[in-house]
């Protein structure tokens, strides 16, 4: 079990576990956090995870750890790590079983002021326009032509069927399509639980938002992203639905064979992998695209069906309201890129489990419009507290392989906290404070409780101030969909 003192502090907020701490490790493993987050972690199994991470084949630089890092499934929540190609690793338990849950902004066009005389029935239309809960389904049902090619073209595949705008693919990460997607690697299981699912929320953490901009850090940063103080915008945080779960499932139980095969030892059962090039390996990755593809797709009807609801309830009394998209970003995700190590660029898969992309200015994947600013980053609180717009760093390069944190991070499990809260309570308590709910759960509902979570506000001042994110904004709720 490893303990506080088992730490070398590198830095005001970074935190590493040398390789020489255990024999099998590859690679040091480094955590982002202050006093309080890094005790926080060390409560539970993350850092362990962490570590083990570090010991897979390919590993590069170090396994590292955001400020949001929680325990999860082989690996942690929050956790990214790097494995150099061709040799290198993918581990389906590594990316995550929501592939691309991801959070997607809209900006409107409005003030506060011009929205809180209808916000009840703004959170109401939502709630109806935007399915959600446990097993919901979508107004799309698909065909399995449409399914297969929403696999393979992602958002593209909404723009052509007229639910998406060109700038909303712009304004995407992979431009909403992540090349190489196969539907043939996706099993039939799989495609059984996603073909009903398209537009849909889910539920657990995922969330629509309706949010104010409460605070605008860097003017010049928010101005070029179409951000003021005191604006409506919209967050949309959901993913690939039972379709990406079951992929991630059909994956692992796969490669508790392939391990043996390849003669990969591991420390822990849930990190199956594969040799990135290997037929197995590649496989998983087609499969992994085509989820996100899926979950891309996903957002962008939600995203259709929100503008659709601000249209039916502010008609006749606001005739512009915009809800252009600011960007949107990807969790649970494996991508291929270059890195800077050792003074070369090299090539490797990054895994990203709970964890952010966060390119910084220059990179020539982000719209010209954003080229000189860095990638938007969009950084959700747990239900009732603020989130944050941020942007990505020429540090995030420099030292987490353009990543940051994804989120508040639990300190609670889900199953702990509906037995500490009450969702009825909780509810009653988000509207005294003037936020409007629409819920289908209260269980789900208590799930979600901001004291289940870290303090969002001090996740992203570690981010920011570590130099691995620049804070823009930060955003307040007044009306929250969950199913």
Same mark, same amino acid.
């Given at each position: 079990m490893i303990q506080k003192h088992n730490l070398e502090r590198v830095s005001e907020f970074v935190w590493q576990v040398p390789q020489t701490f255990r024999g099998d490790m590859r690679a040091p493993a480094r955590i982002y956090a202050d006093e309080a987050l890094v005790e926080d972690a060390l409560e539970d199994k993350s850092v362990e995870q962490l570590i083990n991470t570090a010991t897979l084949p390919g590993v590069v630089k170090c396994a590292i750890a955001m400020p949001d890092i929680h325990q999860g499934y082989g690996a942690p929540v929050g956790g990214v790590f790097a494995t150099r190609l061709p040799e290198g690793v993918i581990s389906p338990g590594a990316i995550g079983y929501d592939v691309n849950c991801g959070v997607r902004l809209l900006a409107s066009r409005l003030h506060v002021e011009q929205v809180a005389p209808h916000i009840q029935e703004l959170?109401?239309?939502?709630?109806?326009?935007?399915?959600?809960?446990?097993?919901?389904?979508?107004?799309?049902?698909?065909?399995?032509? +449409?399914?297969? %090619?929403?696999? %393979?073209?992602?958002?593209?595949?909404?723009?052509?069927?007229?639910?998406?705008?060109? %700038? +909303?693919?712009?304004?995407?990460?992979?431009?909403?399509?992540?090349?190489?997607?196969?539907?043939? *690697?996706?099993?039939?299981?799989?495609?059984?639980?996603?073909?009903?699912?398209?537009?849909?929320?889910?539920?657990?953490?995922?969330?629509?938002?309706? +949010?104010?901009?409460?605070?605008?850090?860097?003017?010049?940063?928010?101005?070029?992203?179409?951000?003021?103080?005191?604006?409506?915008?919209?967050?949309?945080?959901?993913?690939?639905?039972?379709?990406?779960?079951?992929?991630?499932?059909?994956?692992?139980?796969?490669?508790?064979?392939?391990?043996?095969?390849?003669?990969? %030892?591991?420390?822990?059962?849930?990190?199956?992998?594969?040799?990135?090039?290997?037929?197995?390996?590649? *496989?998983?990755?087609?499969?992994? *695209?085509?989820?996100?593809?899926?979950?891309?797709?996903?957002?962008?009807?939600?995203?259709?069906?929100?503008?659709?609801?601000?249209?039916?309830?502010?008609?006749?009394?606001?005739?512009?309201?915009?809800? +252009?998209?600011?960007?949107?970003?990807?969790?649970n995700m494996g991508k291929v890129e270059e890195h800077a190590i050792d003074d070369a660029r090299v090539k490797v898969c990054v895994h990203r489990k709970g964890a952010t992309r966060a390119f910084g200015p220059g990179s020539s994947v982000l719209p010209r419009d954003l080229r000189d600013l860095g990638q938007p980053v969009l950084i959700p609180g747990s239900m009732g507290t603020a989130s944050y717009v941020l942007v990505g760093t020429a540090g995030s390069m420099a030292q987490t392989f353009g990543s940051t944190c994804h989120g508040a991070g639990r300190v609670m499990s889900r199953s702990k906290a509906k037995r500490a809260v009450r969702g009825e309570k909780l509810r009653d308590e988000l509207t005294a404070r003037g936020i409007v709910v629409r819920a289908g759960s209260m269980p789900g509902l208590a799930e979600e409780a901001p004291q289940a979570y870290k303090d969002v506000a001090r996740v992203v001042e570690v981010v920011h101030q570590a130099g691995i994110g620049k804070k823009v904004a930060r955003l307040e709720p007044i009306a929250v969909i969950k199913g």
């Open positions: 959170a109401t239309a939502l709630y109806k326009n935007c399915p959600s809960g446990v097993g919901s389904e979508g107004s799309l049902p698909l065909s399995a032509q +449409d399914l297969n %090619e929403v696999l %393979e073209n992602g958002s593209e595949w909404a723009r052509k069927k007229g639910y998406a705008r060109q %700038e +909303d693919l712009d304004r995407t990460e992979e431009r909403g399509r992540m090349a190489g997607a196969d539907a043939a *690697a996706v099993s039939k299981r799989a495609k059984d639980r996603g073909k009903d699912q398209l537009g849909t929320l889910g539920a657990g953490n995922h969330f629509i938002e309706v +949010d104010r901009v409460a605070e605008v850090y860097d003017a010049d940063a928010a101005d070029a992203l179409g951000l003021f103080a005191d604006q409506i915008v919209v967050q949309i945080h959901c993913g690939s639905r039972g379709l990406g779960h079951q992929v991630c499932t059909d994956y692992v139980n796969d490669f508790q064979r392939t391990v043996h095969e390849y003669k990969i %030892e591991l420390p822990d059962r849930e990190l199956v992998c594969a040799p990135f090039e290997s037929n197995e390996g590649q *496989a998983y990755f087609k499969a992994m *695209a085509g989820a996100a593809n899926f979950a891309f797709a996903n957002r962008q009807i939600l995203a259709y069906h929100i503008r659709r609801s601000f249209e039916k309830t502010l008609a006749g009394i606001v005739k512009d309201f915009g809800l +252009d998209q600011i960007y949107d970003i990807a969790h």
